[in-house]
């Protein structure tokens, strides 16, 4: 019945009741109706069961005697059956749960506690951390999805939230994080994507050096394979004591990680050549340097399962625990003041989701792919129309741009566009053919007309006048001289193309959209199907991260009786 009670909740939620003059019980939470709360009682009643018992309870407490049923007798010989054999419900006790109905008050059942209770979900000490109310992050999505608008609103909502950085240049950054601290200047918590720059290491310090200037407390670390000098010498910098002579370490790091052996180098203290490194550089003290010796990489990991964009496939309920099992020999081993947290990523798209990563102990979740379709998302609105309508089978992998000659691979859209056909073609031509030439010729006249809109002469200028525009003369002269990096140049040409299209959303050119997304979103899609959050216009992250908490703890409550 819940479709039906979703669909009357939003039928009654157009009308306004006066106040009442008559005092009625509810079936659903055998307590008065409250004036403030009847459309959602109304609506809640058509999928809950009628709480009977409780009712004569407690009219048995109020010394309720006489009883009317018209038609019948049967609610009669209930209400006898229990009277004789339970006990009244005391008017305190009516009293004070009166004090707080409308947050008791059930989605399916009677006897679900109080939703405030999800901010008890998970970690405390991941709470107090980072300053937020409930252990729930959105995590940073590629080229500005996750926006600057997307992590205001969150944290105004003391939700942390980062900001997608990956693909923006430095100028694009510093002006989203001037927006940011401008809007949130009540220690409202925020953090802000650094990807790991496998081509390009001084970009990825050049960004470090940005957050400093702008003193960004908290960073979300992505793809990392190893420690890097640029992210020990964040971490190290933000290391001082406090007046006790205890370690203060205020750079934050929670490292997304699919693969044990990088999460047990973010587990351990910075590497020491790195640190003596930025030591003899003079970009830290040597207290700092000492200091390091007692601190891990990072504050928390977070267990990276499937996902939209980059992805190895993992399965939650398997590394999930292998991790879990390498954090606590880890702690034994150094024994940090303060124990790693360990969250969840991947396939987080449903109440159900988060309530399985709880009960299997992670410390906090993190969402992606269902944040990318809220009016917050810094995507085209195309993209947001295509993606509210996905279901769990409508995602493929294909190759990743950014690490094309590897075979990295990403989780992106496949219903409605032929990205993932067309790139994973590109990345077969360039395994099986050392150059351009090779290549049969109707297959290059289908790719130019097809896939890049243009001739291959016309890619290779602009992909000359990018490096050339960046610095990087010697990348196409390599290129010249070895075909084979050369048509690897080009094909990656085709992975930036396909993402400008859908990032302005140019509709005529639909098929060869690239959208990073994951499963989670159909599953989230199906979860609020026939209800207003369907239309992606009436989505916005802080409303469903809430919700999604609060469900989550209904679920807990229903299938686990500790709770």
Known sequence: MKTAADDFETFISNFEFSPLETQVISNVTALPYIDDDISSILSKQIMSSVNWVDTVRLLMGENIIDYEEVGSDMLTKMVTEIKKNCTPIPKKDVSIKNKSLKQTIPNKTNNVPDKNMAIHLGSESFRKTYGVKYAYVTGAMYRGIASKELVVLMGKAKILAFLGTGGLSLQEIENNLKFI????????????NLIHNITDPDKEMDSVKLYLKYKVKTIEAAAFMQMTMSIVYYRIKGLGKDEQGNILCNHKIIAKVSR?????????????????????????????????????????????????????????????????????????????????????????????????????????????????????????????????????????????????????????????????????KLYALYQQYENLENIPQKTIQNIENQYFKKPIASVWNEVKAYHKEKGADDIIRAAENEPKKKMALIFRWYFGYSSRLSFEGNIKEKVNFQVHTGPALGAFNQWVKGTELENWKNRHSDNIAIKMMEEAMVIMKENLSII
């Open 181 to 192: 601290q401008q809007e949130l200047k009540e220690k409202e918590p925020y953090g802000v």
């Open 260 to 424: 044990p052996e990088v999460a047990e180098a973010f587990m351990k203290p910075p590497p020491e050549r790195i640190v003596n490194k930025l030591l003899n550089l003079g970009l830290i003290t040597e207290e700092q340097a000492f200091l390091s010796k007692g601190i891990s990489m990072c504050d928390d990991i977070c267990v990276g399962a499937d996902s939209g964009g980059h992805t190895d496939r993992g399965v939650s309920t398997v590394l999930l625990p292998a991790i879990q099992s390498l954090r606590n020999a880890i702690d034994e081993k150094y024994s940090y003041k303060n124990p790693i947290r360990i969250g969840l990523a991947g396939g987080i798209g449903t109440p159900q989701a988060v309530a399985c990563a709880f009960v299997m102990g992670a410390d906090f979740v993190l969402t992606g792919s269902i944040n990318q379709c809220t009016v917050e998302a810094g995507i085209s609105d195309e993209v947001k129309d295509l993606l509210q309508k996905v279901n769990v089978q409508d995602t493929d992998y294909a190759p990743a741009g950014d690490m094309f000659e590897i075979g990295a691979k990403v989780q992106v859209l496949k219903k409605g566009v032929l990205f993932a056909t067309r790139a994973n």
